[in-house]
């Protein structure tokens, strides 16, 4: 065992101590922790029930955000292979994991036949798991990738493929001693789809083995395109009664808000008609109850989303969004887009609004997002750091209807000229699955 996974595994059992111990504190990680236990009798159970007419592909993924990834591969997958191919997955994060029970059932694919928790990436955890699913081939989708699981799979001569990898310029895993260690993991796979020539470059500049590396794109583009034009989701009709202009805020955290509000009551001076939709990444009844008491403070009426559903028409110009899994719906009823995150660890999704012909502000911090930095240099994204600068970015757009529906134009033929990254990662699997045979 080297030298660097001795240190890993020691790491892991302080890391996992400690998680205990913030779990007291922390209900996101008390919710991992207990969405774990008895996780053997449960994968031995769902692993009985599998078929094991075709192959078994086993997705693993971090979060919602990763599984939405991964849905265009694995459709693709079972239309390529057929009806007996079977589908692994499992999470690393309980918003993941409760985002598939309970909203995504209706576009549940089929062929996903077996979903759980992954365990922590111990040794003997990662052997039982590998052991009890038996998969032909394992696909990790963007970075989540776990040590322990990897070299496992490795000695088992289990492919693997990690999809939609990317590595951004400023990523940890190129900083000193990790650099080396990572390049081993990325040496460990068969192959890595990256997102884009200058993902593909980093990691062929770092991985340390014989790795396939190629350019695919990135499924979320496939993914968006196709909730896009395939969407059923209905949103309460007095949202649009009475025509109102609104600029979507989406996906937002606390010091996203603490420029959009005030930047947005800065911009009623010029536009006193346009109202503004805050969707917060997390809607729990603290941070709804924290949003409007921030609107409260700044003399800015609110009404919440779910309130709608009773009414035909409403007064106030703001709506906070309640609930989840109709972001890209709400886009459509904008003309100007935020998009959140950019202030904390990084944006969150700017492909939705772009799709549906929306110009996007964003804060500083975009270095996790490729096409964020590509929309950046099309001009049809626009960083904005303090409350004046999103009222003179979005005043400047509104004013001026030309330059926002042109921005809109360009930001949408980006991302359909992007889509078809899934069918690349699908011609790979299959490849390596007829060479594992």
Request: contains cysteine.
């Amino acid at each position: 065992m080297s030298p660097e996974r001795i240190i890993y595994n020691l790491l892991l059992v302080l890391a996992s101590g400690a998680a205990r111990i913030a779990a007291r504190f922390n209900a996101k990680i008390s919710e991992g922790l207990e969405g774990r236990k008895g996780f053997k009798e449960r994968w031995i159970e769902g692993a009985g029930t599998l078929a094991r007419k075709g192959p078994l592909v086993w997705f693993h993924v971090s979060s919602v955000g990763e599984f939405e990834q991964a849905k265009p591969v694995m459709d693709l997958l079972v239309e390529r292979l057929g009806g007996d191919v079977e589908l692994a997955l499992t999470f690393y994060s309980p918003s993941g994991m409760n985002y598939f029970r309970r909203f995504d059932r209706s576009k549940r694919n089929p062929a996903i036949r077996f979903f759980e928790y992954l365990p922590v990436d111990t040794i003997g955890n990662m052997r039982f798991c590998l052991d009890t699913l038996k998969p032909d081939l394992i696909v990790y989708v963007k970075f989540d990738l776990w040590p322990n699981l990897i070299l496992e799979a490795r000695r088992l001569e289990v492919p693997q493929i990690l999809v939609s990898g990317t590595l951004a310029p400023s990523s940890r895993r190129l900083w000193g001693p990790a650099r080396g260690f990572f390049g081993s993991l990325y040496g460990s796979l068969n192959a890595i789809a990256a997102i884009s020539d200058e993902d593909a470059r980093r990691f062929t500049d770092n991985l340390r083995g014989t790795t396939e590396v190629i350019t695919a794109g990135d499924t979320r583009f496939d993914q968006v395109c196709r909730r896009i034009d395939g969407s059923t989701v209905t949103l309460p009709p007095a949202l649009s009664a009475g025509n109102r202009e609104f600029i979507i805020a989406g996906s937002t955290w606390p010091k996203d808000e603490a420029v959009v509000i005030p930047g947005f009551k800065l911009l009623l001076d010029t536009f006193p008609e346009i109202g503004l939709i805050v969707v917060p990444h997390e809607p729990t009844p603290q941070r709804l109850a924290e949003i409007e008491g921030e609107l409260s403070s700044a003399h800015l009426p609110s009404i919440r989303l779910s309130a709608l559903e009773r009414l035909d028409t409403f007064d106030e110009q703001i709506v906070i969004a309640d609930g989840i899994g109709y972001l890209a719906e709400l886009y459509r009823n904008g003309s100007l887009a935020y998009v959140g995150g950019s202030f904390t660890t990084g944006v969150h999704n700017v492909m939705e609004p772009a799709v549906l012909g929306l110009p996007i502000l964003f804060g500083p911090q975009i270095d996790n997002s490729y096409e964020a930095r590509q929309l950046l240099e099309l001009g049809v994204g626009v960083v904005v750091s303090v409350p004046d600068d999103f009222a003179r970015e979005a005043g400047a757009l509104l004013t001026d209807r030309r330059l926002l529906q042109t921005k809109g134009q360009m930001g949408r033929t980006f991302i359909r000229n992007h889509c078809g990254a899934a069918l690349h990662c699908i011609d790979l699997i299959e490849r390596h699955l007829r060479t594992k045979g």
